[in-house]
């Protein structure tokens, strides 16, 4: 019985090792943390680009306000700087608010000038219709509010967005300057797989 046990012991610490020896290799890779990989083996296959038209309601009055503050601006402040709001904005597909809602831009934005009226945009589109349902893309950058035109890069996103990249642009639609109540459009341009 002695015999029977050694080859089969000896044949399960040799698969054994074999195995750890690929395992080990699979995730440590060249340098020992890092190493390059096949794009196909993550569902990668032909890079596109999309365009998203949406309309971001920041609603900062009312019963039910999709903004809120989280901090005051300075004191002595003219430009709000160190104001922090917190979000869950509606994204819709038009101008209206009762036109039909595709996810939420969730994130917050902050006073960040001293010298004019520039926010800092940190902030997710989460998708909630459609084939995107479930997906975001992740937007960070400056956002200079009394510009016509302001560009913000796409840092990332996940879901169907995995790996993406890319900018937005925004233009104030509608601005009510003694609520701040807001619309602005974002034209959303990503590269994903």
Known sequence: MARLISPI????????FIFSFFATNLVVGDDGFARTMDRKLFGMKKEKLSH???YWHDIVTGRNPSSVAVTAPANNSLTGFGMIRMMDNPLTMGPEMSSKMVGKA????SSSSQEGIGLLMAMNFAFTEGKYNGSTITILGRNSVF???????????????RFGRGYVQARTHWFDPSTGDAIVRYDCYVLHY
Request: net charge neutral; glycine share 14%; charged share 15%.
């Open 9 to 16: 012991l000896a044949t399960q610490f040799t698969i054994f």
């Open 52 to 54: 998203f038209r949406l």
């Open 106 to 109: 969730q994130g917050f934005y």
């Open 147 to 161: 510009s016509e035109m302001r560009e913000m890069p796409v840092v990332g996103g996940s879901g169907l967005f």
